[in-house]
């Protein structure tokens, strides 16, 4: 008998044990109460019924504002037609023309941006940077070796410098303001983040029209945005116009009215019909999305009577609308699934609907509702709740890096980002922010409004420790006891062990988190966020609008996908930089280990790939210096132009569409910077009678196949 297989009787006895270990398991936590059917039982009555927790199931089932008889009201109403054409928009650069030279603007950066540009599906829909750029941004992001995907998008550098800046130094665009803060004549500091224009004044510097369009807080995530009546990390959106902060001259509801403080905010607003109008796709969906101003446009001969700055915004706000995740382990779980979650992810949801005084986390106190991001006892008004001022709290955090532009343009060292007060003008509301979905955190990197933190397991304890970060915020009277004293007078924080620590987080980043929200899934009830097959691959799922002109792969305009600036056309793998004169190739002896790990190397021996009779084997090691002023982003190809065809590249990533073989090269952080080096080894096999390996290097940069 083989000693390495285990006897009937042995396998009889090990299924025994492991049945035995399962039922133990399961004993367990049923006596702990974490078995799914009493988790839901005990969860339905922390939150008054747990159908306040289930997302609907359709789009048209999402909160969106009603008539008095309960009927959607049409100037708000979902429909596919207006998600559609407010998805595309969203992604589609051909909107950023509102670039004005005379307030900083530089007119090479029209039409490089758009929404989608700080709001990625890979990041959340967030922009997975600390520093979010728009118009005078470059770059979207590059992937490693191990093919993680990481964000980056930073100051045009292909540009003229402005002027020098602490901030950003080197030659590259510079931002002066952040986007949202105004300078006039007669007041230094005032308004900033749109408020409502002063008594008449000469407005001369802006951030809404310089060079760079950033924004001084973290860029909030999109998913949910139907849920809340009040949008943007300090309520502005969604807030009545009479308000002291109020910018709300239509009385919109709080999604159609972010829309409109971003066109605003974005380089969009009044220029960017023209541009539609000239796309005759853009023309189609508009009247698909839009019956009846289309039926006016007709009658009048006025296409912009369809096509305008309102119907934009409205198509936008649908969008939003339906940003949501619907099939995520939890979803799953709400449903009926008994194993949906892990036993970690049911402790770590036990713990979140527990109160912090019975020994929880209390999360669900303020995270409940579909995107767990209402208060469980708002009374639900048409889905977005009624309670305002409830969902804004002052956690004792800091400012924003980016703030420091605002004190330098205010001259008032002391000038702080004072959150909700911004908008209401009470000092009650002092250092408050918005409450935030908790979905897809796994993707989000940056949290708070500050940035500050950058993983979940951070942020939990953050809350477990229960002390500010920040010593202005934390010592204003409206630092909330939630996050102080959760448990009670005296009693600091939420007083996690370790291993609960770890349980909520992993139910939070994993159990709320869903794939078919960054890749496309046909069986998902998720929409992808980014543009998806369907949307784009007009020639299968659209003829209609490739009869018209739309490019497969493309939003409507024809360019790319969020952003159309160099870098992020080689970030998007449309476009490669021939880099060879930037750079030195020089004969590299004896390569160590960690140099051919930079280079990313497999480490593979020749020959680990089969071998024919009578091949021989030879290796070159080559040491690429950038040795110009300018950095190399993203992948490094490196191509072997020319080589004979009797002679095969080992090590090879690939061909390119000309047949020559290229090594992908992951550069760390992805860039090679001025005056760096990165060691290459290729590694060649060939007949005894062939010849030695002869070619020509070619250096590309840019993801994708070249």
Known sequence: MSTTQPTLRARRGLTVLLTATMLAGGRLAAAQGLSPEQLRRFIDHQVGGIQTLIVPAHDTGLPQPRLANGRPDPQFEITEAKRYLGKMLFHDPIRTVRILPEFGGVPATRQTASCASCHLGEAASKAGTLLNFAVGGEGRHYTDAAGTFIPRRRPRADLPALRSAPLFPGDALVDELPTLTDIYEFAVGSPARGRKLPPPGNLLRTGRLDALDSVARNAPGAIGAAFNNRLLLGGFAGEPDDAPGGLNPFNFPAQESVALLLLDAHRMLDLQSAELQQIPVYVQLFRDAFPAEAAQADATGDLNQLINDITVLRATATFLRTTVTRDTPWDRFLAGKNGALTLSQRRGARLFFTSARSGGAGCYRCHSGPMLNKQVDDPDVAGVGHFVEENFYNLGLGDHPLQALNRAARRDPTFRDDGRREITGRDGDAFKFRVLTLRQLKDARFFFHNGAFTSVKDVVRYFNDGVPQDAEAGAAPTLTARFTNPRGPGARGLGLSKAQIDDLTDFLENALYDPAFVRYDPQSPTQMFQLSPPDVLYSVHRPDLARLG?????????????????????????????????????????????????????????????????????????????????????????????????VELVNASGRTAGGDPYRRIFLPDGVLSPGQSVVVSLRFRRHRQAPPPTFTLQLLSGQGEP
């Open 550 to 646: 739309a490019v497969d792969g493309r939003p409507p305009s024809g360019r790319p996908q969020d952003n159309d600036d160099p870098l992020s056309r080689r970030d998007m793998g449309l476009e490669f930089l021939d880099v060879t004169d930037r750079a030195t190739i020089a004969p590299a002896i004896d390569p160590t280990p960690a140099s051919q790990a930079a280079a990313g190397d497999d480490g593979r021996r020749d020959g680990d790939r089969g071998d024919w009779p009578g091949a021989h084997r030879d290796r070159r090691d080559y040491r690429i210096t950038n040795t110009s002023a300018a950095p190399i982003d993203t992948h490094l190809l490196v191509i072997a132009r020319g080589q004979s065809y009797d």
